[in-house]
């Protein structure tokens, strides 16, 4: 089982970026597909990117390309997501996943094999 800790939300201006981090334990890191989730108030958790397990591949929800970039370091067990350009439908408790089985990388549930406890990301007007 992976244990995953998130960390680096907060409060930022619309314009603004942050930088969410996932450090993984408990399984080896290189070997799985990792990812990022946002759930937002009073809707489904919603696929937000995922990076596959070298770091060669990586995925991005329509909503966030172009604004948002995944990236891996495999050597301190970590995941990234780069946020840049935020608005206010960017606000959303963000949550750390990893892939379900070697080489997996997780893109919808099914795919999900650990979550981390969420990092909550507001953006203000």
């Known amino acids: 089982q992976v244990q995953l800790v998130e960390s680096g939300g907060g409060l930022v201006q619309a314009g603004g970026s942050l930088r969410l981090s996932c450090t993984a334990s408990?399984?080896?890191?290189?070997?799985?597909?990792m990812g990022w989730f946002r759930q937002a108030p009073g809707k489904e958790r919603a696929f937000v990117a995922a990076?596959?397990?070298?770091?060669?591949?990586?995925y991005y929800a329509d909503s966030v390309k172009g604004r948002f970039s995944i990236s891996r370091d495999n050597g301190k067990n970590t995941m990234y997501l780069q946020m840049n350009s935020l608005n206010p439908e960017d606000t959303a408790v963000y949550y750390c996943?990893?892939?379900?089985?070697?080489?997996?990388?997780?893109?919808?549930?099914?795919?999900?094999?650990?979550w981390g406890q969420g990092t909550q990301v507001t953006v203000s007007s």
């Open positions: 996943a990893s892939g379900s089985s070697d080489f997996a990388t997780p893109q919808t549930y099914t795919d999900v094999g650990s």
């Open positions: 990076i596959s397990w070298i770091g060669h591949n990586t």
């Open positions: 408990g399984r080896t890191f290189s070997r799985y597909g």
